[in-house]
T-cell receptor, first 115, second 114 residues
Framework: AQSVTQLGSHVSVSEGALVLLRCNYSSSVPPYLFWYVQYPNQGLQLLLKYTSAATLVKGINGFEAEFKKSETSFHLTKPSAHMSDAAEYFCAVSDKSNAGNMLTFGGGTRLMVKP | ETGVTQTPRHLVMGMTNKKSLKCEQHLGHNAMYWYKQSAKKPLELMFVYNFKEQTENNSVPSRFSPECPNSSHLFLHLHTLQPEDSALYLC?????????????FGPGTRLTVT
């Protein structure tokens, strides 16, 4: 069975500071990993995905994530936070043990950006 | 319309009512999903449809009844709900059922059961 843990349900950074949102997964087989963002009163929007090509994945809005198999991690980073980055972020995993494309989500991390 | 749309965006219903949520995807995808998003709980997958066939029912109570008449439309029929069913219900679609396909989400229906 696969699972996703997002450390820190709330993260607060100052505008211009580094954003680091943590995600650790467990999976019995090499996984596919995703980061989604959810703005208030909206659905989830894909930021980036890892599908076993490059371990450093670049996404939209300046975000990137690095797959580290030895640490079973897929942390999300952005060098400089903007006020518009305030949202909730979800890490998700999918692997071949699923009967189809079923994502398991972490509990989410709410990012707050202070001026 | 583009992407994944959901109607209504907000719904308030009593426990004895019957209502339906509608989802439509304009992406030419073949798989569609219903998720439940409750406060303080991770996103929960409810149902998966692949080429109109239900491939997953994640132990969802029978008061939730999905319907997928074609690959573009997905419904969630609701009856005799409980207050704990109040949540944001999200629909998603993906190109296929392979593991690497990302899912595209609609804006959700905010359901309140009184």
């Amino acid at each position: 069975a696969q699972s996703v843990t997002q450390l820190g349900s709330h993260v607060s950074v100052s505008e211009g500071a580094l954003v680091l949102l943590r995600c650790n997964y467990s999976s019995s087989v090499p996984p596919y990993l995703f980061w989604y963002v959810q703005y208030p009163n909206q659905g989830l929007q894909l930021l980036l995905k890892y599908t076993s090509a490059a371990t450093l994945v670049k996404g939209i809005n300046g975000f990137e994530a690095e797959f580290k198999k030895s640490e079973t991690s897929f942390h999300l980073t952005k060098p400089s936070a903007h006020m518009s980055d305030a949202a909730e972020y979800f890490c998700a995993v999918s692997d071949k043990s699923n009967a189809g494309n079923m994502l398991t989500f972490g509990g989410g991390t709410r990012l707050m950006v202070k001026p | 319309e583009t992407g994944v749309t959901q109607t209504p965006r907000h719904l308030v219903m009593g426990m004895t009512n019957k209502k339906s949520l509608k989802c439509e995807q304009h992406l030419g995808h073949n798989a569609m999903y219903w998720y439940k998003q409750s406060a303080k709980k991770p996103l929960e997958l409810m149902f998966v449809y692949n080429f109109k066939e239900q491939t997953e029912n994640n132990s969802v109570p029978s008061r939730f009844s999905p319907e997928c008449p074609n690959s573009s439309h997905l419904f969630l029929h609701l009856h005799t709900l409980q207050p704990e069913d109040s949540a944001l219900y999200l629909c998603a679609s993906s190109q296929g059922s392979g593991d690497s396909y990302e899912q595209y989400f609609g804006p959700g229906t905010r359901l309140t059961v009184t």
